[in-house]
């Protein structure tokens, strides 16, 4: 699992327990995962809210094809690698700033 070194991580309901949760807290990350429907300790106001804060990554995401134009793993890992690079050029191309210096 890729993680920051300290904060907090957003993620979808496969996030909300087990190994995910754990290497979280071995981490030191606070989750901020949606739990299941019938998940210990559901808060539906707190789901709710975190739903609303990822709804702007989601949506960018969602444009993104569904389909992979090639065979085997490592064809369609560098096509999926290749529409992440030309979307985030994109997003940066529209936010009008500089790259962030490679160091």
Known sequence: MIAPSQGAVLGDKAYGE???????????????AIKKQNARGKDQRK???????????????????????????????????????????KRLQGINTSPIPIS
């Open 47 to 89: 789901d709710s809210f975190l739903t609303a804060l990822r709804m702007p990554f989601e949506g960018i995401f969602s444009k993104m094809p569904k389909r992979a134009r090639y065979r085997g793993i490592s064809k369609v890992h560098f096509q999926a690698v290749m529409e992440a690079l030309v979307s985030n050029f």
């Open 18 to 32: 087990g190994a995910a949760q754990e290497e979280m807290g071995r981490i030191g990350l606070h989750s901020l």
